[in-house]
């Protein structure tokens, strides 16, 4: 089955230790990115992929890095969680930029 | 700056109504426009992606229409059933995707 996979679906976390949320795709798509979903704020991308080790900020990349090493997967990583990253996130892919994203389950994540 | 609204923010409507479901943008020059379906504590489904050179596409009971002079964009749900209860959201995409707030439908038995 074609599909997105995140994984922790639910994180609770302490400020400050560094954590990853993974994403894995089997569409063979080039393009990934990452979202965060908050209330009121809507959907707003974190950072994108173009294709292996090509990575680029989006609208809200403070406090997160990823990377791009196999064309299947694109990790997050908050090195240093805060509260303000307490939020619902999604991994997305498409074939490549601009056509259809496919979305994983998320990830609720919450840091205390 | 691009900016996507969805009105109305709630929907309900009795089971086997048809609705439409209205979306806005403020820069026509966008590559496609994407519908999708969320559910509480779950991930975005896509519904209908339309491409800038097409007008409409269908899927099963929807219909999503697409003016990009006019900046907008309809969803339309035939005969509504208590399973299409869910936020429906656009997203207009040019370079990545920018989402409208959502609209919420309920669909009552």
């Known amino acids: 089955e074609a599909q997105v996979t995140q994984n922790p679906r639910y994180l609770i976390t302490v400020t400050g230790k560094k954590l990853t949320v993974t994403c894995s795709q089997n569409?063979?798509?080039?393009?990934m990115s990452w979202y965060r979903q908050d209330p009121g704020l809507g959907l707003r991308q974190i950072y994108y992929s173009m294709n292996v080790e090509v990575t680029d900020k989006g609208d809200v990349p403070e406090g997160y890095k990823v990377s791009r090493k196999e064309k299947r997967n694109f990790p997050l990583i908050l090195e240093s969680p805060s509260p303000n990253q307490t939020s619902l996130y999604f991994c997305?892919?498409?074939?490549?930029?601009?056509?259809?994203?496919?979305f994983g389950q998320g990830t609720r994540l919450t840091v205390v | 700056k691009q900016e996507v609204t969805q009105i109305p923010a709630a929907l309900s409507v009795p089971e086997g109504e048809n609705l439409v479901l209205n979306c806005s943008f403020t820069?026509?020059?966008?590559?496609?426009l994407q519908w999708f379906r969320q559910d509480p504590g779950k991930g975005l489904t896509s519904l209908l992606l339309?491409?800038?050179?097409?007008r409409e596409q269908t899927s099963g009971r929807l219909n999503a229409s697409l003016d990009k002079s006019s900046g907008r964009s309809t969803l339309y749900i035939a005969a509504s059933q208590p399973g299409d209860s869910a936020t429906y959201l656009c997203a207009v995409v040019r370079g990545k995707l920018i989402f409208g707030q959502g609209t919420t439908l309920q669909v009552k038995p």
């Open positions: 997305a892919s498409s074939t490549i930029a601009d056509t259809e994203a496919f």
């Open positions: 820069d026509s020059a966008i590559y496609n």
């Open positions: 569409m063979n798509h080039e393009y």
């Open positions: 339309i491409q800038s050179s097409q």
